[in-house]
């Protein structure tokens, strides 16, 4: 999988890393109810009052700045976070409308990078022209003071231990990896770790758009940045302005059904994929049924999990690296034909393929480097809600239910959710409606067989929101937006750039 499509399809938190998409408000007192416009609540003048230094990047048509936040809302005057932001101005023609934040989700994607490499180029000209394209990696993350928690051969090892655990030795491995993962944030990042909520960036944003001169918030969102833009919007329910939440997430379910029905996900994404499949000629799952594509796919699990094959690198492919190699494909639809090669290689027992897609999945470098992306990916998660399981014995009481929503998925995801009970800060967010009274009209889009985000997550969003309209893409892979449907296109394009949203319930293919 390329990156510019992985920038596109962002959404990490699945099984096999043990990070797991969440949702929920995490720490910070919310802002002044009677703050509006570019008015800074109590106590936080100096944040709202900064200037931005804008210098150029090093990259062409773009400009950058840093921006301080406070590290902590509820005590502002116990230092300060440094923030990256980024930038590309209107391109003209016609009225500059004002700033356009966007976000890839995660958590953990790099905003800024997202922005340099796809959406300052690749969105709509029509709204590039009228926008400033403006990005800020959220605290934690990527030039935001990153979390760091593993080094690279630590990271190694961590992605290939056995998530389908088959007996008390191989559970406590499994758990002992986990702790070891915990530790090493502690120990690397444990001074932010407290401080890097959903609700935190949600309140940094506001910040940003103040200091853009801009009275309300013009943001696209996509998967867990539809959390984060939910967030804002119930936070600051008069500055959201043109909101669009692509791919969203739920507010108000808890860790272990966000879990869940992120498993049934992949399994109706495996569905699609192993229905294109069997009609190939080169579909290495056989070519009779999507039940016999499933089968052929949980015995070359079985077998790697027995025998590891050689990858053309150090390191082996085993069931959990394949698992997540196949996972990563399963975000885009464009992938499949790369996953159908790779799934054909390791047949041959050439893993190179599904590590390399599983590679691009945990943005690991050829070097062995591996971005930050994973380790605040489980810093924002287990902050945002309470762990799907306090144990071992939980999880494998709820083996069966994850099962029952993925065959071929479940029990690796029911204890990839394993993750956060050994988290060393509490998790200070808990499942709510987000209702986000008196704002605009926001446009929630969901697509009928997402993956990572259930379709029925966007109808629920978009019933909570008190202003949601919800646009329906009826087709396969993780959000809509600018991935080829013309009708979700224009229907985005035209509210973002006159502010009339699309119908409720508007449906395009």
């Avoid at 053309?312 to 090669?341: C, F, H, N």
């Avoid at 069966?400 to 029990?411: I, L, Q």
């Avoid at 259930?454 to 893409?473: D, R």
């Amino acid at each position: 999988m390329d990156t510019s499509r992985l920038l596109r399809t962002f959404a990490i938190g699945i099984g096999t890393a043990g990070l797991f998409i969440s949702g929920c408000s995490g720490s910070g007192s919310s802002p002044s109810a009677s703050a509006t416009g570019t008015a800074a609540p109590e106590g936080l003048s100096s944040y709202y009052a900064q200037k931005l230094g804008w210098r150029d990047c090093g990259v062409e048509g773009f400009e950058c700045a840093t921006m301080k936040a406070p590290r902590d809302y509820d005590k502002p005057d116990d230092g300060d976070i440094d923030l990256a932001v980024s930038r590309k101005k209107a391109s003209g023609p016609g009225k500059r409308i004002g700033s356009l934040l966007v976000n890839p989700g995660g958590p953990g994607g790099s905003a800024i990078g997202y922005l340099q490499g796809y959406a300052a180029l690749g969105y709509p000209a029509q709204v590039r022209a009228r926008y400033d394209m403006v990005a800020i990696d959220p605290r934690g993350v990527a030039r935001s003071e990153p979390v760091e928690c593993l080094t690279g051969p630590e990271m190694d090892a961590y992605t290939q231990v056995d998530q389908t655990p088959d007996d008390e030795a191989e559970v406590k491995k499994l758990s002992a990896s986990f702790e070891k993962f915990a530790a090493g944030c502690e120990k690397r990042s444990g001074e932010i770790l407290p401080y890097v909520s959903t609700v935190d960036t949600a309140r940094d944003m506001d910040v940003l758009r103040a200091l853009l001169g801009d009275e309300k918030l013009s943001y696209v969102g996509a998967s867990y940045g539809t959390f984060l833009g939910a967030t804002y919007a119930d936070l600051f329910p008069e500055r959201a302005g043109r909101l669009v939440l692509d791919g969203a997430m739920d507010p108000s379910l808890q860790a272990i059904d966000m879990n869940r029905d992120q498993t049934a996900g992949f399994e109706g994404a495996f569905q699609s994929f192993a229905a294109d499949c069997v009609e190939q000629p080169d579909c290495p799952l056989g070519t009779t049924s999507t039940a016999d594509a499933a089968t052929a796919l949980k015995q070359l699990f079985k077998d790697l999990d027995a025998k590891p094959i050689p990858s053309g690198d150090d390191r082996k492919l085993g069931e959990s690296l394949a698992t997540t190699g196949v996972i990563a494909a399963m975000y885009d639809e464009a992938a499949w034909p790369q996953l159908r090669e790779a799934l054909a290689g390791a047949q041959r027992s050439d893993g190179s393929g599904l590590l390399s897609l599983a590679d691009s999945y945990y943005e690991r470098e050829p070097n062995g480097k591996y971005a930050n992306l994973m380790f605040a990916n489980a810093a924002v998660n287990c902050l945002d809600l309470p762990p799907a399981f306090n144990g071992p014995d939980a999880v494998e009481k709820a083996v069966p239910d994850f099962e029952k929503a993925s065959p071929v998925f479940g029990r690796g995801f029911a204890w990839a959710s394993l993750n956060c009970a050994y988290w060393p800060t509490d998790a200070t967010g808990t499942p709510h409606r987000t209702e986000a009274k008196g704002a605009d009209p926001i446009v929630v889009v969901g697509t009928t067989r997402d993956p990572a985000t259930p379709y029925k997550w966007s109808e629920a969003l978009a019933e909570q929101l008190s202003s949601g309209t919800l646009l329906t893409y009826e087709g396969d892979g993780h959000t809509a937006y600018g991935r080829g449907s013309d009708c979700i296109d224009t229907a985005i394009n035209t509210y973002l750039l006159e502010g009339t949203p699309p119908t409720d319930g508007k449906k395009c293919t």
